[in-house]
């Protein structure tokens, strides 16, 4: 069980929340500071950091499995570092990756049912997408299949990697190694999206099948200006993937 799970650091979370509701997101998690929440494919956690704090406005990238020892134990098999973490909230795994960039894996809760898909009421359209630079894009591409994402698309700027229970993980060419921005993928026509945001009075345009949505942490440069949601590729070329 492998899914894109990003943490989104914010000093709005009254915004992001409106925002995400929306978009199509369910809430699943609301402990105080701390909100986690589904999309149709993914899952998104939220901390609410005060204005002026370093993480204010930043996204990490991050995944969920559901079984951290499995997990760890395939994908240094496959070639990859990765180690059992032990924090104040738990266990997590730490992986280090070629390029020197290092993330970490999130134990996945089920459920209700059993399995591993996230709450029904989501959009089932929506993706949310995880995102690292790195000078190294295929160091970085390599780590991504070792720990069990599927190949999609790939070219000298990016490669992007769909997850077995939902969500996009994408590496991006950059200068340094560093954490991406929150960006989702819409499968399905993005104008029903803009009249909810409209409903729930969030500030989004489309261009050539973009919808650009107002990011609430913009406020003061801590941001960029807008949150990217892309429609997804028409045909995608995922590869078996036994983890």
Same mark, same amino acid.
């Given at each position: 069980?492998?899914?894109?799970?990003?943490?989104?650091? $914010?000093?709005?979370?009254?915004?992001?929340?409106?925002?995400?509701?929306?978009? +199509?997101?369910?809430?699943?998690?609301?402990? +105080? +500071?701390?909100?986690?929440?589904?999309?149709?494919?993914?899952?998104?956690?939220?901390?609410?950091?005060?204005?002026?704090?370093?993480?204010?406005?930043?996204?990490?990238?991050?995944?969920?499995?559901?079984?951290?020892?499995? #997990?760890?134990?395939?994908?240094?098999?496959?070639? $990859?570092?990765?180690?059992?973490?032990?924090?104040?909230?738990?266990?997590?795994?730490?992986?280090?990756?070629?390029?020197? #960039?290092? #993330?970490?894996?999130?134990?996945?809760?089920?459920? *209700?049912?059993?399995?591993?898909? $996230?709450?029904?009421?989501?959009?089932?359209?929506? !993706?949310?997408?995880?995102?690292?630079?790195? *000078?190294?894009?295929?160091?970085?591409?390599?780590?991504?299949?070792?720990?069990?994402?599927?190949?999609?698309?790939?070219?000298?700027?990016? !490669?992007? #990697?769909?997850?077995?229970?939902?969500?996009?993980?994408?590496?991006?060419?950059?200068?340094?190694?560093?954490?991406?921005?929150?960006?989702?993928?819409?499968?399905?026509?993005?104008? *029903?999206?803009?009249?909810?945001?409209?409903? !729930?009075?969030?500030?989004?345009?489309?261009?050539?099948?973009?919808?650009?949505?107002?990011?609430?942490?913009?406020? +003061?440069?801590?941001?960029?200006?807008?949150?990217?949601?892309?429609?997804?590729?028409?045909?995608?070329?995922? !590869? *078996?993937?036994?983890?």
């Amino acid at each position: 069980m492998l899914r894109s799970r990003p943490t989104h650091y $914010t000093s709005h979370p009254e915004q992001w929340a409106a925002l995400l509701q929306a978009l +199509g997101l369910v809430k699943t998690v609301d402990d +105080g +500071g701390w909100c986690e929440y589904d999309a149709g494919s993914g899952r998104l956690a939220v901390g609410h950091v005060d204005h002026g704090h370093p993480l204010d406005g930043s996204t990490i990238f991050g995944v969920e499995v559901g079984d951290l020892k499995e #997990f760890a134990r395939r994908t240094e098999e496959a070639g $990859t570092q990765a180690e059992i973490h032990e924090g104040p909230a738990g266990s997590t795994v730490r992986i280090s990756a070629e390029d020197g #960039f290092e #993330f970490f894996a999130f134990p996945a809760g089920r459920a *209700p049912d059993g399995t591993w898909a $996230t709450a029904s009421e989501a959009d089932p359209g929506l !993706a949310v997408v995880a995102s690292w630079f790195s *000078p190294f894009l295929g160091l970085a591409a390599n780590d991504l299949r070792n720990i069990g994402a599927r190949p999609r698309t790939e070219d000298d700027e990016s !490669a992007t #990697f769909t997850t077995k229970n939902g969500g996009i993980l994408q590496v991006i060419h950059g200068a340094d190694v560093s954490n991406g921005e929150l960006s989702f993928e819409y499968d399905g026509d993005v104008e *029903p999206l803009a009249d909810r945001l409209a409903a !729930a009075k969030v500030e989004a345009r489309i261009s050539d099948d973009v919808l650009y949505v107002a990011n609430p942490d913009a406020v +003061g440069g801590a941001a960029p200006a807008s949150i990217v949601l892309a429609k997804a590729p028409k045909q995608q070329t995922a !590869a *078996p993937s036994s983890s």
